[in-house]
Each structure stands twice: as C-alpha cells, then as structure tokens.
C-alpha cells in the first residue's frame, strides 16, 4: 500500500517562508514525477510546481521566483521550499506522486492527505 504524507504547513505573516516535505512509502521501485498542487477555498485544484526523477522542473507563473521544489530519488521525498508568500498562496497543498511504479510493475497516481498553508499577517 503506497501512501504519501505531508509535512511543514502551518500559519506564516506575508514575506515569510515554509518548507513542505513529502515522503512517499510502500513498496516503490520508481517514481517518474513528484509535485505539489493546491487548492484554495471555492476554487479548483492547481499545479504549483513538479521534479521529474531526473530534476526536470514545472512551476506555475504565480511561484516562480519565489518557490523551489526539490527531491531526494532515494528516500522517495520531495521539498517545497516556499519563500516570498503571499497572502495568495493561502491553501491547502497536495503532494503527487505520478507514474510510479511498484515492484509487481503496476503504476498509478498517487495524492498526500494535505498541507494547511496560511499566510495571514
């Protein structure tokens, strides 16, 4: 049973910073790609920023500059580092773990419960 579990949001003033962590656990034999995603209250879901295994990197218009998204292949994690925040930026944060593969080579998309960030002064 593959599960993906979030970390490091909490309540932050405008100009602050967060770093969100992600771990994906199971029986993993690869990942091709990571990300996160958000959604704020009465509004769809959006892509924030995505790694693919080899450190290809996505990042919405609204985070560039200010967010870095890493990951570690090794440990299955990837790293929302988010700086500069906006009161904007106020929601819930998914990490996704797309195309991985267990070792029975099955593959599926997998989402994290989510992360509360809020940016409030």
């Known amino acids: 049973q593959v599960q993906l579990v979030e970390s490091g949001g909490g309540l932050v003033r405008p100009g602050g910073s967060l770093r969100l962590s992600c771990a994906a656990s199971?029986?993993?034999?690869?990942?091709?790609?990571m990300g996160w995603y958000r959604q704020a209250p009465g509004k769809q879901r959006e892509l924030v920023a995505t790694?693919?295994?080899?450190?290809?990197?996505n990042y919405a218009d609204s985070v560039k500059g200010r967010f870095t998204i890493s990951r570690d292949n090794a440990k299955n994690a990837v790293y929302l580092q988010m700086n500069s925040l906006k009161p904007e930026d106020t929601a819930v944060y998914y990490c996704?773990?797309?195309?991985?593969?267990?070792?029975?080579?099955?593959?599926?998309?997998?989402w994290g419960q989510g992360a509360q960030v809020t940016v409030s002064s």
């Open positions: 790694i693919t295994s080899v450190g290809s990197t």
């Open positions: 199971g029986s993993i034999f690869s990942i091709y790609a």
């Open positions: 996704n773990a797309d195309r991985l593969y267990d070792y029975s080579r099955t593959t599926g998309n997998y």
